[in-house]
């Protein structure tokens, strides 16, 4: 398993943006399928966003096509997501998790397609 570390979040008015930060490290593979997952209060865990590590080619759910943007720093190991125009129902905790090997990354969405979690980071978005 590799080790993720979320950060970038915090409390945001409504319209406002944030960039997420996820650091892998520990790897053991050359390529990896990343995802963003929020969990609303009282929710179940979504996946929001995908991206094959190698190939760099990201995949969204539809809630949130446009309005988010996930991408990568190879050189650094770090996967990001942008947040472009937040909204309230956008607040949760966002967590990064990795599946070893980048095949079938555009088909991985439930929580147990992925073996390595981060810890979160707290998104409060207010009105």
């Known amino acids: 398993q590799v080790q993720l570390v979320e950060s970038g979040g915090g409390s945001v008015q409504a319209g406002g943006s944030l960039r997420l930060s996820c650091v892998r490290s520990g790897d053991t593979y050359s390529s990896y399928c990343m995802a963003w997952f929020r969990q609303a209060p009282g929710k179940e865990r979504e996946r929001v966003a995908n991206?094959?590590?190698?190939?760099?080619?990201?995949y969204y759910s539809d809630s949130v096509k446009g309005a988010f943007t996930i991408s990568q720093d190879n050189a650094k190991n770090t996967l990001y997501l942008q947040i472009h125009t937040l909204k309230p129902e956008d607040t949760g905790m966002y967590y990064c998790a990795a599946a070893e090997d980048g095949a079938y990354c555009n088909t991985r969405q439930r929580v147990t397609d992925f073996r390595s979690w981060g810890r979160g980071t707290q998104v409060i978005v207010s009105s």
């Open positions: 991206l094959r590590t190698d190939a760099g080619a990201t």
